[in-house]
């Protein structure tokens, strides 16, 4: 990477960010920078107060910045209002910027914004909502208005019965809900026992997403941010409540 100036660093793939991310760090290390993070969803804020946290650090130079990209609505538009204030107050604490603008391109050194105005920063990094497959569009599947594939209680293709799909490339119409890792994860178990049912012949189970989940919102320095519907709290606790849970998804998956 010849400077982290020349290059946005996409979340997604997270290997491609691990890779790239200790020599923005390294960068960081060497002078004062300013980070730019494009996306107020939980990865946008939970990327953008890490980021102000290490800033912040021992082995880093003072002045450097954060700015964060919100796309026009506040950050943690999808929470309730009360999370939006605990957010806001937590992005204040880190002396993050907030931009209420949204990212339309990009060029060497700067972002630029839909207002018109050219933003410089060292690294920008993008952690944007999930965005459908290209491909999807010429596939000749059911999709909602947002180019996701549409699916039934069964997570299965509204237009194609031997397709199924959960996660972040489909859509539940029969029952909307948030696009959000947690749903990701628990259609998971479902969308399998259908996949078995539908090769044995046998009858598909519908599943029902939860009405309402628990949402972690780590805000660096071990420091975090919880809600459950209207509910929410925060402080270190809340933070080693997610780290322990975070912890042991990843085991079970390391296990295997």
Same mark, same amino acid.
């Given at each position: 990477m010849p400077g982290a100036r020349e290059h946005a660093l996409f979340v997604r793939p997270i290997e491609a960010f691990g890779q790239l991310w200790p020599k923005v760090a390294a960068l960081g290390r060497s002078q004062p920078i300013h980070l730019a993070v494009v996306g107020a969803g939980a990865a946008g804020l939970e990327l953008v107060m890490a980021a102000a946290h290490a800033l912040q650090g021992a082995g880093y130079p003072p002045g450097g910045r954060v700015t964060l990209v919100t796309g026009?609505?506040?950050?943690? *538009?999808?929470?309730?209002?009360? %999370?939006? !204030?605990? %957010?806001?107050?937590?992005? !204040? !604490?880190? *002396?993050?910027? %907030?931009?209420?603008?949204?990212? %339309?391109?990009?060029?060497?050194?700067?972002?630029?914004?839909?207002?018109?105005?050219?933003? $410089?920063?060292?690294?920008?990094?993008? $952690?944007?909502?999930?965005?459908?497959?290209?491909? &999807?569009?010429?596939?000749?599947?059911? &999709?909602?208005?947002?180019?996701? +594939?549409? +699916?039934?209680?069964? *997570? *299965?293709?509204?237009?194609?019965?031997?397709?199924?799909?959960?996660?972040?490339?489909a859509s539940r119409v029969d029952a909307p809900h948030p696009r959000s890792g947690v749903y990701a994860v628990r259609a998971g178990p479902p969308l399998l026992a259908n996949l078995r049912s539908a090769l044995q012949g046998q009858a598909l189970l519908p599943y029902s997403p939860p009405g309402r989940t628990l949402n972690l919102i780590s805000c660096g320095g071990r420091y975090a941010i919880a809600a459950w519907g209207s509910l929410h709290v925060e402080g270190h606790w809340v933070w080693h409540l997610k780290d322990r849970i975070d912890r042991g998804f990843v085991a079970r998956y390391t296990a295997i």
């Open positions: 026009g609505p506040p950050a943690a *538009q999808n929470y309730p209002a009360g %999370v939006q !204030r605990r %957010v806001a107050q937590a992005l !204040r !604490r880190l *002396q993050i910027t %907030v931009l209420p603008d949204a990212c %339309v391109g990009m060029s060497a050194g700067e972002i630029l914004l839909a207002g018109g105005a050219r933003l $410089a920063c060292d690294a920008p990094l993008l $952690a944007v909502g999930a965005q459908p497959p290209g491909w &999807l569009a010429g596939s000749g599947l059911a &999709l909602d208005e947002a180019g996701f +594939v549409a +699916v039934n209680s069964f *997570q *299965q293709s509204t237009s194609h019965a031997h397709v199924f799909a959960s996660g972040d490339v």
